[in-house]
């Protein structure tokens, strides 16, 4: 089955697959999605979205796991995908520190068959999710894609890191265009229960506790869902293209002699962890009991992201201030599980 616009979503019934898939759909596009639906977190949830997405006669759902690359394969050749959109993975730093192995055959094994599903059926642009945690250990403010970034401090932002050196090398080899998304502390409605503002919301509607980690002394560039969709839509049909001033003496980490690309999605506005909690705690009309505790191991204390290539390759730029999508998320909540305050 071909199509003009036709784009494959893995880990569509995911959050963020979720909101793309139905930003793609509105946009002309012909969608295929792509979920394992498996149970890291509420599979009603997961079947929630995809309810919405199958009242749309352009999106049709396929339940694959990764690593089924004869199922892949397949796939890629009934539906000839103009581009790909890889959002599927194990997703969640603390998570990985318990389930290893769970990071490796998705992240990992399961990449490398979009890969080469990509190689083999003339894929003309692949996009994929990677990760604000690639910055591990680095300091310097704002993250910039031009830093290096080789010291992970958890298996999945190794794992995603590893994503970005085995999509350069398809480049490199086989001039795929790959480009790279570093998404920062995505949230909104549909969103992961194991995130904070979900976990924050359900615990202070419920009258419990919250972990608040580091003692609150933390900071997040939250960015609102909608912003991070508007910017893939608009790099989608935008293939990655050479640099032609890179160099081997002088390597740009962000771009390359091959059509490789990454970028930075985040607000550009770090907030502080107890202002987050206080924005929720305005939006409910409740305070929060709060469970101060350390830093958990693999996590940072402050995330920031320099979005200037972004900006300068789209024109746009995630701003939506958290009193506004916090808002959203709540009401959003709410109404879904039908809460009465």
Known sequence: MASVK???VTGAAGFIGFHLSQKLLQAGYHVTGLDNLNDYYDQRLK?????????????????YNLTDGQSINSLFAEYKFQYVVNLAAQAGVRYSLTNPHAYLESNLHGFLNILEACRHNQTQHLVYASSSSVYGANKKMPFSVHHNVDHPI???????????????????????????LRFFTVYGPYGRP??????????ILENKPIDVFNNGKMKRDFTYVDDIVESIV??????????????????DPATS??????????????VELLRFIEVIEEKIGRKAIKNFLPLQDGDVPETFADVEDLQRE??????????????????WYIKYYSIKL
């Open 6 to 8: 036709s784009v494959l």
């Open 47 to 63: 079947q929630s979205r995809l309810d919405i997405l199958k009242a749309d006669k352009n999106f049709s759902f396929h339940s």
């Open 154 to 180: 958890s298996l999945y932002a190794a794992s995603k890191k590893s994503n970005e050196l085995m999509a350069h090398t398809y480049s490199a080899l086989y001039n795929l265009p790959t480009t790279g």
């Open 194 to 203: 194991d995130m904070a503002l979900f976990l924050f919301t359900k615990a």
């Open 234 to 251: 608009r790099l989608v049909p935008k293939p990655a293209q050479p640099n032609p001033d890179w160099s081997g003496m002088t390597p």
């Open 257 to 270: 002699f091959a059509p490789y690309r990454v970028f930075n999605i985040g607000n550009n506005q770090p």
């Open 314 to 331: 789209v024109d746009f730029k995630p701003d939506t201030p958290i009193e506004e999508g916090i808002g959203k998320f709540v009401d």
